[in-house]
């Protein structure tokens, strides 16, 4: 099997699906090459968010095709569902973290895919409309959960900024926001809170932008991303999750079906890499991008969000 290239712009296949307005698709058509999509074939998107990726992979399985579509917040089942109607083909789709998945193909009388995409990063829905907090610049309460209902979570954004202990705090911003002033960041909220209680995002990055150098402030990316990305990686276990649903994908794949996963951080990437090179260690799987497939420049000047993308795949053996 030939190894997927980190293609050129005029390789890319050019195929125009119509998108959501407010929603760009990350890394789109290299996805959708990727997945070698067959009619009538059975696909799981593993994230559904704001449906672009769905309705490409609908449009590649035609009418005799089922997609198999997942999402934690019950706002993108309800927006895609609507947004997928008159696209043919069968759709079922699931409010329920990927990391559940094989419950769901098990629900539905499914017993092996075809092939499987995860699309780790947030949607322009969630940033912008979901008022749970994902946003740094808005005055929304701080959630940070990607589904709605507080009662999923074990806590929420909220809790952890005003109720973790100052080490607590340190560790998850260092660890899962790899922020180099972690702990000046976790000490700045610490004395904050101690005052009143810390209510909304904006709030929060106020007070992590105050607690770092000038030069940090003025640096390529808000000075809040790395400790807000920590934040909703707590709340949401989100590495626990993407483990466990990669090896669940990868069970359900029928032979030579494959899994594509974009990443947007080095630890989810780090996570994919892994987990492909160990099950191609047990014969599993076979690598397809011996480096990850980036985004191309163009891309990146229509849609920022897309320069940190990165895509691995890889194929089920027949063993």
């Known amino acids: 099997m030939k190894e997927i290239p980190n293609q050129k712009p005029n390789q890319l296949q050019t195929t125009n699906y119509k998108l959501p307005i407010t929603h760009i698709p990350v890394l789109l058509h290299e996805a959708i090459e990727a997945m070698a999509l067959k009619k009538g074939s059975v696909a799981l998107d593993a994230t559904l968010g704001g449906g672009g990726h769905a309705k490409a992979i609908l449009s590649a399985l035609g009418p005799s095709g089922t997609l198999i579509g997942l999402d934690e917040d019950e706002d993108a089942i309800s927006r895609v569902g609507k947004y997928l109607a008159e696209v043919p083909g069968k759709k079922i789709l699931a409010r329920e973290n990927f990391r559940n998945l094989a419950r769901v193909l098990k629900e539905n009388g499914i017993f092996k ?3 499987a995409l995860f699309d780790l990063g947030l949607s322009s829905f ?3 409309e979901s008022g749970r907090g994902f946003s740094f610049l808005k ?3 701080l959630a940070m959960t990607l589904g709605i209902g507080k009662e999923r979570y074990s806590f929420t954004a909220s ?5 973790w202990e100052e080490e607590n705090l340190r560790d998850i911003i260092a660890g899962y926001g790899e922020e180099r002033y ?5 000490r700045a909220i610490v004395l904050a809170r101690e005052k009143e209680e810390i209510k909304t995002a904006r709030e929060l990055a106020e007070i992590i932008s105050a607690a770092v150098p000038g030069a940090y402030r003025r640096g390529r990316i808000h000075p809040a991303t790395r400790t807000f990305q920590a934040i909703r990686i707590a709340v949401n276990d989100e590495l626990s999750a993407l483990k ?3 090896a669940a994908a990868t069970e359900a794949l029928a032979p030579k079906g494959r899994i594509a996963v974009i990443s947007f951080h080095s630890l989810e990437d780090r996570i994919v890499k892994n987990f492909f090179r160990d099950e191609a260690k047990k014969e599993n799987l076979l690598i397809l991008t011996k480096k990850p497939i980036i985004a191309k420049e163009e891309e990146i000047i229509i849609n920022p969000r897309s320069r940190s993308a990165k895509l691995r795949v890889a194929q089920k053996t027949e063993k």
Not at 159 to 163: E, G, T
């Open 113 to 115: 895919i075809d092939a």
């Open 182 to 186: 972690a702990r000046r960041i976790a």
């Open 126 to 128: 969630q940033f912008e």
């Open 139 to 141: 005055d929304e309460p």
């Open 244 to 246: 466990a649903g990669i």
């Open 159 to 163: 809790d952890v900024v005003n109720k």
